[in-house]
């Protein structure tokens, strides 16, 4: 059983940054892709980040490329979200999840993409940016 469970979360001013992990059970083909997602009340939940992680590709949502960053360690058993520069629309839940073997074709094409595919989750760490 695939097991995901989210740390990192926070209150920070506009400008700052947090960064977010999630400790995955061991890396299976089933949880090749890892993914981080928020949602915000009134939203859907949106992905953030993912990486492949048997191969170390990483892909970024344009609303954060540039100021986020995913990565995994050597162990693949946790996943980061480093989040700099943040702003009050990055406030939300923050989600962990992951499927596999591959990631989802809407990831691999870039830009956004939502929650489709993505079959295990966390429970979610909140981020609260203030202005």
């Known amino acids: 059983q695939v097991q995901l469970v989210e740390s990192g979360g926070g209150s920070v001013q506009a400008g700052g940054s947090l960064r977010l992990s999630c400790a995955a059970s061991a890396w299976t083909r089933d949880r090749n892709c890892v993914g981080w997602f928020r949602q915000t009340p009134g939203k859907e939940r949106e992905g953030v980040a993912a990486?492949?992680?048997?191969?170390?590709?990483?892909y970024h949502a344009d609303s954060v490329k540039g100021r986020f960053t995913i990565s995994q360690d050597r162990s693949r058993t946790t996943y980061y979200l480093q989040m700099t520069n943040l702003t009050p629309e990055d406030t939300g839940l923050y989600y962990c999840a992951a499927d596999g073997p591959g990631c989802p074709l809407a990831i691999l094409r870039g830009g956004s993409w939502s929650s489709e595919g993505f079959q295990y989750w966390g429970q979610g760490t909140q981020v609260t940016v203030s202005s």
């Open positions: 990486i492949y992680s048997s191969g170390g590709a990483t």
